[in-house]
């Protein structure tokens, strides 16, 4: 039976022209051991199979929403729309070229949030898989398994310019927190600001278990976003929006150095569009005289040695090892995953 009223977790599936990896995403959901939940796919105007697919899958399952755009809407706006169809307490996407690693997954992930008022966002590891759905290792950028204050894991990523996170298929969130949505003036970064408008009023309780996936191919909609000048522009709204929580974060010269490097990077990159003159604004104005001629100085010297540095530190993906996820108890014992 189809969960009646308010069901604990909605989980969407926004969909644009991915009819070869749809399946595998909907069959995942549908084989989880946690059965409190709706399932909304939803089509943005696709020109291949898509529709085909989720119609065969909804009349075989009576949990399945559908809903159909008959123009294309855009990715973040898409995303919105989603959102705005659940019903559930607790939101987790899976984007179409994803799916969810284990039958376990959203059990797991709703007990995170479960009696937890002061955990505003759950996440957890991700399976790394190519297009063929094999999996190529294990991604896990942020660290052990614990719950850390929201805004601590704010300072964390405006300090290292990246989202330790993870995307929308690796987290679980309250739909009452999130009402405003993704902010459709970011391109890139826009799943990294929404965690921190949530790590503003709740804190993140983590699982490193790959308990979901990230499908790496080359026609994910999100590769169409990483042009040269997308990524400086989204950091330097972040940051500018941000820019309290930095103040928890690194001493003073460090966090100068932070904000000159996001002006060098914007100003050498970024469309000179009102919203980046007016982040701009706000950095320049802790870098007063002195300080950005000094930081401009550090830059020049000290960049071959902190790209270097940088490029040391950069988080790598694990290798996957079937052994180890059949004794996490994350697979069956013949070695398969949910689906």
Same mark, same amino acid.
């Given at each position: 039976?189809?969960?009646?009223?308010?069901?604990?977790?909605?989980?969407?599936?926004?969909?644009?022209?991915?009819?070869?990896?749809?399946?595998?995403?909907?069959?995942?959901?549908?084989?989880?051991?946690?059965?409190?939940?709706?399932?909304?796919?939803?089509?943005?105007?696709?020109?291949?199979?898509?529709?085909?697919?989720?119609? &065969?899958?909804?009349? %075989?399952?009576?949990? /399945? %929403?559908?809903?159909?755009?008959?123009?294309?809407?855009?990715?973040?706006?898409?995303?919105?729309?989603?959102?705005?169809?659940?019903?559930?307490?607790?939101?987790?996407?899976?984007?179409?070229?994803?799916?969810?690693?284990?039958?376990? +997954?959203?059990?797991?992930?709703?007990?995170?949030?479960?009696?937890?008022?002061?955990?505003?966002?759950?996440? +957890?590891?991700?399976?790394?898989?190519?297009?063929?759905? %094999?999996?190529?290792?294990?991604?896990?950028?942020?660290?052990?398994?614990?719950?850390?204050?929201?805004?601590?894991?704010?300072?964390?990523?405006?300090?290292?310019?990246?989202?330790?996170?993870?995307?929308?298929?690796?987290?679980?969130?309250?739909?009452?927190?999130?009402?405003?949505?993704?902010?459709? %003036?970011?391109?890139?970064?826009?799943?990294?600001?929404?965690?921190?408008?949530?790590?503003?009023?709740?804190?993140?309780?983590?699982?490193?278990?790959?308990?979901? +996936?990230?499908?790496?191919?080359?026609?994910?909609? +999100?590769?169409?976003?990483?042009?040269?000048?997308?990524?400086?522009?989204?950091?330097?709204?972040?940051?500018?929006?941000?820019?309290?929580?930095?103040?928890?974060?690194?001493?003073?010269?460090?966090?100068?150095?932070?904000?000159?490097?996001?002006?060098?990077?914007?100003?050498?990159? &970024?469309?000179?569009?009102?919203?980046?003159?007016?982040?701009?604004?706000?950095?320049?104005?802790?870098?007063?005289?002195?300080?950005?001629? /000094?930081?401009?100085?550090?830059?020049?010297?000290?960049?071959?040695?902190?790209?270097?540095?940088?490029?040391?530190?950069?988080? &790598?993906?694990?290798?996957?090892?079937?052994?180890?996820?059949?004794?996490?108890?994350?697979?069956?014992?013949?070695?398969?995953?949910?689906?």
């Amino acid at each position: 039976m189809p969960p009646s009223g308010h069901p604990k977790v909605s989980v969407l599936i926004p969909n644009y022209n991915y009819a070869r990896f749809l399946p595998e995403a909907i069959a995942s959901v549908l084989a989880q051991d946690f059965t409190d939940f709706e399932l909304l796919i939803s089509d943005d105007a696709s020109t291949d199979d898509s529709a085909e697919i989720m119609r &065969a899958s909804a009349a %075989r399952d009576p949990r /399945i %929403r559908l809903q159909f755009h008959p123009a294309n809407l855009g990715m973040i706006p898409h995303w919105n729309a989603c959102l705005r169809e659940a019903r559930g307490e607790y939101i987790k996407y899976v984007f179409a070229d994803d799916c969810l690693a284990s039958r376990k +997954t959203l059990g797991a992930m709703a007990a995170m949030l479960d009696g937890e008022p002061a955990v505003a966002l759950a996440a +957890t590891g991700r399976l790394l898989l190519d297009e063929n759905s %094999r999996p190529t290792g294990i991604w896990n950028a942020f660290g052990p398994a614990g719950r850390y204050r929201g805004t601590a894991v704010i300072t964390r990523c405006l300090q290292e310019d990246r989202n330790l996170i993870g995307e929308p298929s690796a987290v679980m969130f309250r739909r009452a927190a999130a009402g405003r949505g993704f902010d459709g %003036r970011l391109r890139q970064a826009v799943d990294q600001e929404l965690w921190m408008h949530l790590l503003e009023h709740g804190d993140l309780a983590y699982d490193p278990r790959p308990l979901c +996936t990230f499908r790496r191919h080359s026609l994910q909609q +999100t590769a169409a976003n990483r042009r040269p000048d997308v990524g400086p522009e989204d950091s330097l709204l972040i940051l500018a929006r941000y820019l309290p929580q930095l103040a928890a974060g690194p001493g003073g010269f460090a966090r100068r150095r932070i904000l000159y490097r996001h002006l060098h990077y914007a100003r050498r990159h &970024a469309v000179r569009s009102p919203s980046v003159r007016e982040a701009e604004a706000v950095l320049r104005a802790h870098l007063p005289f002195p300080w950005f001629p /000094i930081c401009w100085l550090w830059h020049r010297l000290s960049k071959p040695w902190v790209n270097l540095a940088r490029w040391c530190r950069r988080p &790598a993906a694990e290798p996957f090892n079937p052994q180890a996820f059949a004794e996490a108890d994350l697979i069956d014992p013949d070695g398969s995953r949910p689906v």
